[in-house]
């Protein structure tokens, strides 16, 4: 499994300590082995330097000089639409899922697991309509083991109309 | 001395003071590193103290203001020359960081000092600090970041556990790769 993602100018990171804990910068220079200058123009962090560890590297990179100025930068970032990318990226989608799962209240809980039940309601009646599918044309159970005249009619009881 | 809190850097100017044998004395400049304006100062007694015949009684400061760093948005190779006590003696020393600011640089040396020389800060003087440009740098620990398209992945990532993560006990073992 190589690597892919670098510590390098114009790696799009997302700070997960300190100050402008959330927001996403971008890696102008490496100061040295555990901190790196950042920029983050388009989310309100000003020029500085952080550590490493306190930054997770995303996918995304955009193109700029280790010289360049925050004009620059904040240009290259709108260019690339990274603010778009990052808001369409499973990342920032799982948190702002956790977020929200935090703050739901009860009744959106309720409705939640009412959902989530109706759901799964739906899923194991389609379920078992493709197995008993499945099962007669021999995909699952394999064409032998079927019974010669197929499935026995279901018995016909007064007054709960079930058909056969 | 300087350690854990913020380093700055001030300008102190001072001389003896005028008499009448000497109604003009010559001033003395110092580029110091301190926490504080109020060490910043003693500290310029004590080293011009070593130099001339002059001490607090007898001079005065004429200005101490703080410098502050010109393009703080830079990564700056800084050289820093310095004479430090040993327990055994008294060394020069030659060192290379890079940082974006001066200060930020000298914290860094004491740091350094400290951890390989075991070295206090009342035993360090800084002699000079100068920002140099990359083709000058000596160490090899500074001129390898001298790449413009370096970049290094982070391989054996520990992720130091936050407040919100303190238990001491986990059921999976954590994902120390980054890709």
Known sequence: MPFQRFVETGRVAFVSDGPHKGKLVSIVDVIDQTRVLVDGPASQVPRGELRLNQLHLTKFRIKFPFTASTRIVRKAWNDAKINEKWEGSAWSKKMAAKEKRAQLTDFDRFKLRRARSRRNHIRTIVFRNLKKAASRNGTLYGKKKMAKGGDKPKPKKAGKGKSA | ?179
């Open chain 2, 1 to 179: 001395m300087p350690f854990s809190t913020k380093l700055h850097e001030y300008q102190v100017v001072g001389r003896k003071r005028p008499t009448d044998t000497d109604p003009k004395p010559k001033l003395y400049r110092m580029r110091l590193f301190s926490p504080n304006p109020v060490i910043a100062k003693s500290r310029f007694w004590y080293f011009l103290k070593k130099v001339n015949k002059v001490k607090k009684m007898t001079g005065e400061i004429v200005s101490c203001i703080e410098i502050f760093e010109k393009k703080p948005d830079r990564v700056k190779n800084y050289s820093i020359f310095l004479r430090y006590d040993s327990r055994s003696g008294t060394h020069n020393i030659y060192k290379e960081f890079r940082d974006i600011t001066a200060t930020g640089a000298v914290a860094q040396c004491y740091q350094d000092l400290a951890a390989r020389h075991r070295c206090r800060a009342r035993s360090i003087h800084i002699i000079r600090v100068d920002e140099i440009p990359a083709g000058k740098c000596r160490r090899p620990q500074i001129t390898q970041f001298h790449d413009s398209k370096l970049k290094f992945p982070l391989p054996h990532r520990v992720i130091k556990r936050s407040k919100e993560h303190k238990s001491k006990f986990i059921a999976k073992r954590p994902c120390t790769y980054y890709k």
